[in-house]
Nanobody, 127 residues
Framework: QVHLVESGGGSVPTGGSLKLSCTASGVTYVHYCMGWFRQTPGKGPEGVASVDSGDGRTTYAPSVKGRFTISRDSAKNTLYLEMNSLEPEDSSMYYC????????????????????RGQGTQVTVSS
């Protein structure tokens, strides 16, 4: 059973930084995509970033490109999202997800529909 646990959220002022972590267990896919998405109440999910477990290729939503960095430590089964220059518009619940690479069409994308997701971690950026 796949289990994803996010951590690292919090409250920061505009311009601040946070680093989110997502610890994964039970992932049996040989090749997979992992990523982050966010969602605020009353709105649909918004893809943020993705990384390919095979070649490490990353993709980012235009709204976060240049400010956020996704990375993974395969030895620790942990996915990260380093967020800099945070803006109030970044306030949201952040979730990590995992998807079978075959189901992604052979290309991991930040807007993918994830097979599994965690419970989320809240990020609040004050103006």
């Amino acid at each position: 059973q796949v289990h994803l646990v996010e951590s690292g959220g919090g409250s920061v002022p505009t311009g601040g930084s946070l680093k989110l972590s997502c610890t994964a267990s039970g992932v049996t896919y040989v090749h997979y995509c992992m990523g982050w998405f966010r969602q605020t109440p009353g709105k649909g999910p918004e893809g943020v970033a993705s990384v390919d477990s095979g070649d490490g290729r990353t993709t980012y939503a235009p709204s976060v490109k240049g400010r956020f960095t996704i990375s993974r430590d395969s030895a620790k089964n942990t996915l990260y999202l380093e967020m800099n220059s945070l803006e109030p518009e970044d306030s949201s619940m952040y979730y990590c997800g995992v998807e079978n690479w075959d189901a992604s069409g052979g290309y991991c994308h930040y807007d993918d529909a994830w097979d599994y997701r965690g419970q989320g971690t809240q990020v609040t950026v004050s103006s």
